[in-house]
């Protein structure tokens, strides 16, 4: 295969913020992740936890609580907002002030006509949902103090309201309040500290369980308005609680990021009386764990250390499968970098500004395993910071590195930038026409004369860009009638095709020079989670989120023999088991046969031109065949060259020059920089 | 040890007409302890300020008028309480000057006392036992008084206790030689009856004494025949049968003081604390037949531990306040202040020295170093108890001393010289004490003093070399226990001397060894690693060396020995000591002795095939000992490590093996020692294994951490 020069990149200062909120689907297996930073993310539970879709934050916009309404979503925030978003256009669909302060929280009655929302005022509103709309119908009565988290019973004549020091139980029709739960305070010097009841969880036996700042989960009788069993889990806080679907286990998330389970279950064997015992404890997270779900066979937790896990509850799924693996979620599912190849450019893409480096130099040459010396130290050439409120969502540079772009949800931007040896210039393109008026994914043609930029309902706008001016082409439309939105773009080198992929799974391919749709590929049951059209032989490359792999030949419109060979021969194992999705496909320009790709651990280099691995062959098989003498090689060789050494990739391109480009975050760069985690006692400190 | 001080007085007294009389009716606390009101036996109340000897105020009624009983201080209200003829109570304050304007009521019953404890409110005890508090009393001061007592009974004494929270009144009754206790709770109020022993016919009690400690009323009562009698009675247990048949009162002899001539007269005791009893009017022990003394005894020891002969007249009076003694002596009231430290046995036989601290005393103040007349009495007195010794020598004459003295002289003397010098310069007198010692005893034959030698090892301050005779000697005069220490302190054995030790020790019959006393602590040792047997066999890290047997090539042995060591090996836990628990104690001690090899394996040459194969036995037994439980190295104690076990085994084998080889009978304890070795060779080949990996991990190169950017070149195959 060869030798590669690797520029290994770790100046990327990718920063995840904080999970502040989650609301799970059970329908649509559909999780709904905000980010302190307002970001809110869609993962797909069905299609291997896939990240299918993220609607960017906002300054200013903080959601503290999320909750589906079917397949609508609403967020509430501390701006005293309630949003709807537009899945479809990600972006949100309109927001309703409440008038009664910041808002803590958000729930639906399980009919999904009513809303409810905990306001800072003390006051419950509820929301009646209308077809496009929500419209406010009446306060409960009010409260003294704000009102932190809600529970509403599932048959809706009750709700019950976590406040500081108590819980308020009200009747949904009259608004009155029918019982008062005292919540003891902590022991102690807290004492003094008011508790607050920070998640409830209401259920249809009327049994109230809540968690509080004083640690504490406890078991409320509904009816009667009395603790039935109080348990101290922790020293700091109990922040969040869920539910099971059907209520025989619930979670409660803690300040030490401790998830610990309660089950409704008869505590000795021969008792038929059940009651809630704490059976299990999971440590995953080393920060406050803020956002809990509890779906049917896994729990998902989030927090302050920025990571989605997902913990398959053991005995409700298989052992030894897949499904019963731990996952941990700490990197997007799509491409923040982008990289200039003709340029030796980077661009890493913020929420809140755009860098651009150039690679530095290195002189001489090594055998496999040196680091080189660096001539010229790589440099930041532009910190481009955005415009307006909007987060960026997407962003793009050109392979010879003259052009830049960037869109919010409201509006796009282009410069042009002028580099030469030491003079850096940016200039941005100031009249765009009106129809790029926001995009989902950005990308430029290889020759950097056009822009493609997909826009609402799967289209995508064709824009001329030169030195003189922007100038609008085409809308390239496809017919198929899905309205998800196009997550990923790719221009083929040779300028004739472009391909996008949309949520719904379907892959279309237009004919540039015709400025029409080609083809459509296929329909596979699983999101593609990276597309590449091969410069030589015209071959789109798809990857998928069940880790399969496609080519399509876009000249026959049909899969080219080796994928059919592949999917036959099945892939391996290995390689199906891994849990982060190929974010990345490019091209060896010298060897057509070798397609590189990469996921958050390793990078992979496919020779087309060798056998596929067998099925009990070793699929990382690098370090037996480095140990064997060059003839023997070949015998073992196969197709998936995979790569380890460099782990939480960003990022992986092939220069011009052949060099190769990994951006790397180290997740220890990333916890170092998270703030210090609630104390706690260990042995020996 | 409780210890008298230097009195002083606090005021004169005027003895009335009656001499068995001080003039004083009652001493009383005031404010607080260095305040007291004196209340004589006629017509007046003084206020004393006790450390400065001075009277602060003075109350006196009128003439024809008489004080007939002690005034009292309710610190409550600032205010004296005092009774005139019997039945006038008279309140006042100390702005009061005029006795006569104060405050006073006439009650309907003579009163025989009033008490008050400090912080209490008073209460008035009536003579014919009724008992008030004051303020009730005199809210109604005609209120009718009921009689408690019978018609001849009279009350002779009484006290008020503070039981924390409750008070009592105590007093005593005489009816017709028969004496009766009254406990009589207030608030709620109950009384009990109880009756007291008879003493011999026509005795009754010279004093008593109550106090309160640890919910125990403790009663103290002297007879005239000097018996000192204590009854322990319980708050709690106080029932409320009134009016029922006295109970008669439990007692125990606390102390029997000594009354020289006739019965005593004019004395009294008193409780300081639950160890030292003051006694006042009662004959010294050791001082003839004056009574005019103050003692303080210890009732634990029966010892007097501080005495005081007081001038003039004793009244049997004595009151105490606050680590003070008032005492009315001929025409003085004196204060003596006293200091009762918890006693030890030592102390109270006079081993431990004290030194009593000073205090400063007023005499010495203010008249500078007069001599006192009771001081000189004092020291002449204990001048004399102190037993007849010879004055402190000096290193010199004790060596003379070591040259001719009887053994018990010397012992007695290096003890004292012992104790009185300084460690520090202690090392060249040690090492010169023990050198004589030695010379005499290898002089005479008959001379031989076991303890002193092992003092003076004790010391740690000796060496071997510095009297190179000593553990040789002790072996010669069969002191085991001495050549134990020996062997323990001494860093410098030479190996011939720890040969000469072990022949001595191994060759010793184990009855013999048995008498010996020896250290304990490494006696216990042996005991615990004996007992262990009983304990289960656990594997140390899996290894178990016993089983290792079975590797014994078959060919060696015969069936029967194979078939007895699978008994063996099967019963791990049956090991057995093959020598007694105290020579196994001193053969320990050769062991962990410092040597060199060179020089040990000559003389160990010198030890009998037998012997050699009995030590053999017995290290073998240590090592499996060792082996099969967990590491006996007891917190501190010591023992022989495993490394010092396998290094004499080793220096036996090397001096041994020929002999050995052709003793039969250490043919089955040599093949046991070749599967120790083997066991040992595999282990340290398999510890070699791991050593390899281990090494690899080593070798491994640490990643240099990889800064922000760097260029690689990585190869694909």
């Given at each position: 295969m060869g030798e590669f020069k690797v520029h290994?990149?770790?100046?990327?200062d990718y920063m995840p913020s904080a999970i502040r909120a989650m609301a799970f689907n059970s329908c649509t297996e559909r999780l709904a992740v905000a980010r302190s930073d307002g970001t809110v993310e869609i993962f797909n539970f069905?299609?291997?936890?896939?990240?299918?879709k993220v609607i960017p934050g906002q300054d200013g916009r903080t959601v503290e609580a999320l909750c589906w309404v079917g397949q609508r979503l609403f967020s509430a925030g501390l701006n005293g907002e309630i949003t709807e978003y537009h899945l479809e256009n990600l972006r949100p669909r309109y927001a309703v002030e409440?008038?009664?302060?910041?808002?803590w929280t958000i729930t639906s009655n399980s009919q999904g006509t009513q809303l409810a929302v905990g306001c800072e005022d003390g006051t419950v509103k509820i929301f009646a949902i209308l077809e496009e709309r929500i419209q406010f119908q009446r306060n409960l009565n009010r409260q003294?103090?704000?009102?932190?988290s809600l529970g509403w019973h599932p048959s809706g004549a009750q709700i019950a309201a976590g406040m500081t020091d108590m819980i308020a139980v009200f009747d949904?029709?009259?608004?009155?309040?029918?019982h008062r739960l005292l919540v003891e305070r902590g022991v102690?010097?807290?004492?003094n500290k008011e508790v607050v009841v920070w998640s409830i969880g209401f259920l249809s036996n009327h049994t109230i369980i809540s968690g509080d700042s004083a640690g504490k989960v406890q078991i409320w009788?509904?009816?009667?308005?009395?603790?039935?069993r109080s348990y101290l889990?922790?020293?700091?806080?109990?922040l969040v609680l869920s539910v099971s679907q059907d209520e025989s286990s619930v979670i409660a998330g803690t300040s030490e990021g401790t998830v610990i389970q309660f089950q409704f279950i008869s505590?000795?064997?021969?008792?038929?009386?059940k009651e809630w015992v704490r059976t299990r404890t999971f440590r995953n997270?080393?920060?406050?764990?803020r956002a809990l779900i509890h779906t049917g066979t896994a729990v998902v937790s989030g927090g302050m250390d920025t990571q989605l896990v997902v913990r398959p509850l053991l005995d409700k799924v298989e052992r030894n499968t897949q499904e019963s693996a731990l996952r941990k979620i700490?990197?997007?599912?799509?491409?923040l970098v982008g990289c200039a190849k003709k340029a030796g450019l980077l661009l890493f893409q913020f929420p809140g500004h755009l860098e651009l480096w150039k690679l530095g130099e290195s002189e001489g040459h090594g055998k496999p395993g040196d680091c080189l010396p660096v001539k010229r130290k790589p440099e930041k050439l532009i910190e481009l910071k955005r415009k307006g409120e909007d987060h960026i969502c997407c962003s793009a540079l050109s392979a010879c590195g003259g052009w830049l772009a960037y869109s919010t949800v409201s509006s796009v931007c282009l410069y042009r930038v002028q580099y030469n040896s030491n003079n850096i210039g940016i200039k941005k393109?100031?009249?765009?026409?009106?129809?790029?008026?926001?995009?989902h994914q950005l990308c430029f043609s290889s020759d950097s004369s056009k822009l493609f930029a997909s826009s609402r309902q799967s289209s995508v706008i064709v824009v001329a860009v030169n030195q003189l001016e922007c100038k609008y082409l085409h809308t390239l439309q496809h017919k198929s009638g899905s309205r998800q939105p196009v997550h990923l773009l790719f221009a083929s080198d040779d300028g004739k095709w472009l391909a996008t992929a949309n949520t719904d799974c379907e892959i279309h391919i237009y004919n540039l020079h015709k400025l029409k749709l080609h083809c459509m590929v296929p329909v596979y049951s699983s999101c593609p989670t990276a597309i590449a059209i091969h410069p030589v032989t015209s071959n789109l490359i798809s990857v998928h989120a069940d880790q399969q792999i496609f080519e399509f030949s876009l000249v026959q419109k049909e899969y080219t023999q080796w994928s059919r060979k592949l999917q036959t021969q099945g892939l391996h194992s290995l390689w199906l088991e891994?849990?982060?999705?190929?974010?990345h496909i490019t091209f060896n320009p010298r060897n057509p046969d070798h397609i590189i790709l990469h996921d958050t651990f390793m990078f992979c280099i496919i020779d087309q031109s060798l056998p596929l691995p067998e099925v009990?062959?070793?699929?990382?098989?690098q370090m037996t065949l480095k140990s064997l003498p060059v003839p023997e090689r070949i015998g073992q060789s196969h197709a998936f060259k995979i790569?380890?050494?460099?782990?939480?990739?960003?990022c992986v391109s092939l220069l011009e020059d052949l060099s190769l480009v990994v951006v790397e975050r180290p997740l220890l760069d990333i916890m170092s920089q998270l703030p210090a985690p609630v104390h706690q006692k260990k042995f020996a400190t | 040890m409780a210890a008298l001080y230097e009195g002083y007085t606090l005021c004169g007294l005027v003895?009335?007409?009656?001499?068995?009389?001080?003039?004083?009716q009652g001493i009383e606390e005031e404010r607080d302890s260095d305040h007291v009101v004196v209340t004589d036996s006629t017509r007046s109340v003084t206020l004393y300020k006790v450390s400065d000897q001075k009277p602060l105020g003075s109350w006196t009624v009128k003439?024809?008028?008489?004080?007939?009983c002690a005034a009292v201080f309710n610190s409550q209200t600032n205010e004296y309480v005092a009774v005139t003829d019997n039945k006038v109570i008279r309140v006042w304050k100390e702005?009061?000057?005029?006795l006569d304007k104060a405050f006073k009521a006439t009650v309907s019953s003579d009163v025989w006392k009033v008490h008050c404890t400090h912080g209490g409110e008073p209460v008035v005890l009536f003579q014919r036992g009724a008992v008030r508090l004051l303020d009730s009393l005199l809210a109604a001061p005609q209120q009718t008084i009921e009689e408690?007592?019978?018609?001849e009974e009279a009350i002779r004494w009484s006290t008020i206790i503070l039981a924390e929270t409750q008070q009592f009144v105590i007093f005593t009754t005489e009816q017709k030689g028969d004496h009766f206790l009254y406990l009589q709770r207030l608030n709620p109020n109950s009384l009990q009856r109880y009756r007291l022993e008879r003493e011999e016919p026509g005795l009754s009690p010279l004093s008593f004494s109550a106090t309160y400690r640890d919910k125990h009323i403790c009663l103290l009562y002297l007879y005239p025949n000097g018996h000192v009698y204590k009854s322990v009675h319980s708050v709690?247990?106080?029932?409320?049968?009134?009016?029922a048949q006295p109970i008669p009162l439990p007692r125990t002899l606390l102390l029997s003081l000594p009354?020289?001539?006739?019965l005593l007269e004019a004395a009294s005791a008193m409780a300081l604390d639950e160890a030292h009893v003051a006694v006042v009017g009662v004959p010294h022990p050791s001082a003839g037949?004056?009574?005019?003394f103050l003692c303080i005894w210890n009732t634990n020891f029966q010892t007097v531990q501080a005495g005081k002969e007081m001038a003039g007249k004793l009244y049997g009076q004595l009151w105490s306040y606050s680590n003070k003694v008032f005492i009315p002596h001929g025409k003085t009231l004196s204060v003596i202040p006293f200091e009762c430290t918890k006693s030890s046995l030592a102390a109270a036989v006079g081993k431990l020295r004290h030194a009593p601290a000073s205090v400063p005393s007023w005499n010495n103040i203010l008249h500078g170093e007069k001599a006192q007349p009771s001081k000189s009495v004092e020291t002449r007195r204990t001048r004399t108890r102190k037993t007849q010794s010879t004055p402190n020598l000096t290193i010199d004459q004790v060596l003379e001393l070591i040259k001719t003295a009887p053994v018990e002289e010397i012992q007695k003397e290096v003890e004292g010289f012992l104790t009185r010098a300084d460690l520090q310069d202690l090392q060249p007198s040690v090492g010169q004490l023990a050198s004589t010692l030695v010379s005499r005893s290898l002089a005479d034959?008959?001379?031989?003093?076991s303890s002193t030698l092992t003092q003076l090892v004790h010391t740690?301050?000796?060496?071997?070399?510095?009297?190179?005779d000593l553990v040789l000697l002790a072996l010669e005069k069969k002191d085991y226990f001495l050549c134990q220490l020996c062997l323990q302190?001494?860093?410098?054995?030479?190996e011939a001397v720890t040969c000469a030790c072990l022949k001595t020790f191994i060759s010793m019959p184990d009855v013999d060894a048995e008498k010996v006393s020896l250290e304990p602590d490494s006696v216990s040792f042996m005991e615990t690693l004996i007992s262990r047997e009983h304990a289960e066999a656990g594997l140390q890290n899996g290894f178990?060396?016993?089983?290792?047997?079975?590797?014994?090539?078959?060919?060696?042995?015969?069936r029967q020995t194979k078939a007895e060591d699978k008994e063996k090996a099967s019963a791990p836990?049956?090991?057995?000591?093959?020598?007694?628990l105290h020579k196994a104690a001193l053969l320990n001690e050769v062991l962990q002795t410092a040597y060199s090899e060179a020089f040990l394996l000559p003389h160990l040459k010198d030890l009998s095939s037998q012997h050699v194969v009995l030590f053999l036995q017995y290290l073998q037994f240590l090592y499996l000992k060792y082996s099969q439980d967990?590491?006996?190295?007891?917190?501190g104690v010591r023992s022989p490590s495993l490394a010092q076990i396998m290094d004499w085994v080793c220096l036996l084998l090397d001096a041994h093996f020929t002999v050995l080889v052709m003793t039969p009978e250490a043919k089955g304890l040599l093949l046991n020692l070749h599967s120790f070795v083997k066991s040992q060779v595999r282990l340290v080949s398999e510890l070699g294994k791991i050593e390899g990996s281990l090494q690899e991990l080593n070798k491994l190169?640490?990643?240099e951490s990889v800064g922000q950017y760097s260029i690689e070149i990585i190869e694909l195959f």
């Open positions: 290994r990149v770790r100046f990327f069905t299609d291997n936890y896939f990240q299918e409440a008038y009664g302060g910041p808002i003294k103090g704000r009102i932190i949904a029709e009259t608004g009155h309040t029918t102690g010097a807290s004492k009788d509904g009816l009667t308005g009395t603790l039935v889990v922790t020293r700091w806080d109990v505590s000795t064997v021969d008792q038929h009386e997270h080393s920060h406050d764990v700490a990197f997007p599912h799509r491409s393109v100031s009249k765009l026409p009106k129809e790029l008026r926001s995009a891994r849990d982060t999705p190929i974010t009990k062959a070793v699929l990382c098989n790569c380890k050494n460099f782990q939480h990739l960003m | 003895p009335d007409q009656n001499v068995s009389s001080s003039g004083i003439q024809g008028q008489k004080l007939t702005e009061d000057i005029l408690v007592l019978v018609q709690r247990g106080l029932g409320t049968e009134e009016g009354v020289v001539d006739g037949a004056g009574k005019d034959p008959a001379f031989y003093s740690q301050c000796l060496c071997h070399s510095v009297c190179p302190f001494f860093p410098d054995i030479p178990s060396p016993i089983f290792l047997e079975e590797d014994c090539p078959d060919a060696v042995r015969g836990s049956k090991l057995i000591c093959p020598v007694g967990a590491l006996p190295q007891m917190d190169k640490v990643k």
